[in-house]
């Protein structure tokens, strides 16, 4: 009885079934080797986010800048009653003391920059420094008109406020005017922030806020002691320094900004697309026209009701890089579990069709194998181009696992389509890296027809036999009678 259960156990143990559910177990177990692989591309990744970081931080950040503005204080008087028992009715005069903010009435932005990459290690980050200039006019009238008669202002305190996202940046201030008179400019943005600014480039809000929203961000400001309530025109240049993207705020009444660098990879972000754009091989051209009825920013607004915020109206560029190399290898490795199980499922097949059993640690070193590519991209692509370190990598995994399935099986009449396959698995995942749009439509369509495939080949096999027999039937039997 011991002996028939034993015999039934290890014809079990010597079917195609259990060669398939042992398979299905390996292919879990190296899902952990594939989640360190995944764990050490996001630890590179971060490590390269800090050093792109620490070049950051010396060299000025990412440029975000908003403004001009003119700040005028201001006094508000109001009269406030009390009454006691003793004293009666009592009258005081209360001042508060309050900010006019004004927007200019046209506001031209021109940027002009040269690009490099600097390096620290193997990790790059995309810089650039050249001339920003702002050029516009002020017209204060409409600002002066809805003060309530309680409000007073002063016209001679007022200051002109540039804000950027880092005083580091700044290299020098040129020749700038107020209506043909020099302007000397001091840092700072007087505590108005007028957006937020995180270093992860993320914005969760941006908008103005007042007296220390963000500690990091800096700026320029002039005295207007000659301000008057007139239209007046400025011109502001900076030669000044960032890198990997830029921004802009639109506070004209009319906004308009032009962008050039010799970068040829642009990426337009923000708010508002660029009306005309020229992308070169090497370098790009792009403009904006913004008109204040698009956006939600007031033409002018006093500090006490500065409640709003105004992340939807930043836009501007990103100095993109066209290939970025963690982000590829995390595409990568999302898609290894199937293009691990196809090199099985190859194996399994030459294991039927060549009727010759194949123990499961050469499927276990299989599958290792191809593990392994994912590494080797890895570590390539931080030295090389990525498509290059791609080719690379999997032309030296194609190579190993053909010849390790030469060694497994008697001939190459067999053996050979281990290598079509691994290299038709590679073809496919590089589309799929390729066509981002089309990736899901890609990956469905080869997993199907992968499927497909097995369940015609394997349409005649009897499950319930012992490999190493002959479990497929002729052709030539298919007749009616079966």
């Known amino acids: 009885m011991d002996k028939d259960k034993k015999s039934g156990f290890g014809k079990f143990t010597q079917g195609y079934t259990f060669k398939v559910l042992l398979l299905m177990v390996l292919v879990l177990l190296l899902l952990v080797p594939l989640s360190m692989i995944r764990s050490l591309v996001d630890e590179r990744g971060r490590t390269a986010a800090g050093a792109e970081a620490a070049i950051m931080e010396a060299w000025g950040k990412e440029l975000i800048a908003a403004g001009p503005i003119v700040i005028i204080p201001g006094m508000r008087t109001e009269e406030v009653r009390t009454k006691t028992e003793k004293e009666g009715e009592k009258i005081e005069q209360v001042r508060t003391p309050f900010t006019l903010a004004i927007s200019p009435q046209s506001l031209d932005i021109n940027a002009a920059f040269k690009t490099e990459t600097r390096k620290r290690g193997i990790f790059s980050v995309p810089l650039f420094s050249g001339i920003l200039t702002f050029k516009g006019v002020f017209d204060p009238a409409m600002a002066i008109t809805e003060l309530l008669p309680n409000e007073q202002i002063f016209l001679n305190q007022a200051e002109l406020i540039i804000s950027l996202s880092s005083q ?46 963000d500690e990091s961000i800096g700026g ?86 500065e409640k709003r915020q105004y992340t939807g109206s930043l836009f501007g560029v990103d100095f993109f890089r066209a290939v970025n190399t963690y982000a590829l290898n995390t595409r990568a490795v999302k898609y290894a579990v199937l293009f691990l199980i196809v090199p099985f499922l190859t194996l399994f097949l030459l294991e039927i069709f060549a009727k010759k059993r194949i123990h499961p640690v050469p499927y276990l070193l299989s599958g290792i194998g191809n593990a392994v590519f994912y590494l080797l991209l890895l570590s390539l692509s931080e030295q090389i181009p990525f498509y290059t370190a791609y080719l690379v990598a999997a032309l030296a995994v194609t190579a190993m696992m053909t010849l390790y399935s030469r060694s497994l099986l008697p001939s190459w009449n067999k053996s050979w389509y281990m290598g079509l396959t691994v290299s038709i698995s590679y073809i496919l995942l590089y589309a799929v890296l390729n066509a981002e749009s089309y990736a899901l439509l890609i990956g469905s369509t080869g997993t199907f027809v992968v499927v497909a495939l097995i369940m015609f080949l394997t349409r005649r096999l009897d499950w319930f036999r012992e490999a190493g027999d002959d479990l497929i039937e002729e052709e030539g039997r298919s007749g009616s009678g079966e």
Do not use: C, M
């Not at 040129?174 to 007028?194: C, H, I, M, Q, V």
């Open 168 to 213: 580091k940046g700044i290299r020098k201030i040129n020749a700038s005017t107020w209506n043909d008179e020099e302007l000397f400019f001091k840092p700072g943005n007087r505590g108005y922030s007028l957006f937020q600014y995180g270093y992860d480039s993320s914005f969760a809000s941006s908008g103005f806020w007042r007296s220390g929203a």
């Open 220 to 305: 320029i400001y002039a005295s207007l002691s000659r301000f008057e309530n007139r239209a007046a025109a400025f011109d502001v240049s900076i030669d000044i320094q960032g890198g990997r993207y830029l921004r802009f705020l639109p506070l004209g009444q009319d906004t308009h900004a032009a962008v050039a660098a010799d970068w040829g990879a642009p990426s337009f972000q923000g708010a508002y697309l660029p009306g005309e754009s020229v992308i070169g091989d090497t370098d790009f051209s792009a403009s904006w026209d913004v008109n204040y009825v698009s956006r939600d920013i007031p033409l002018f607004w006093k500090n006490y009701d």
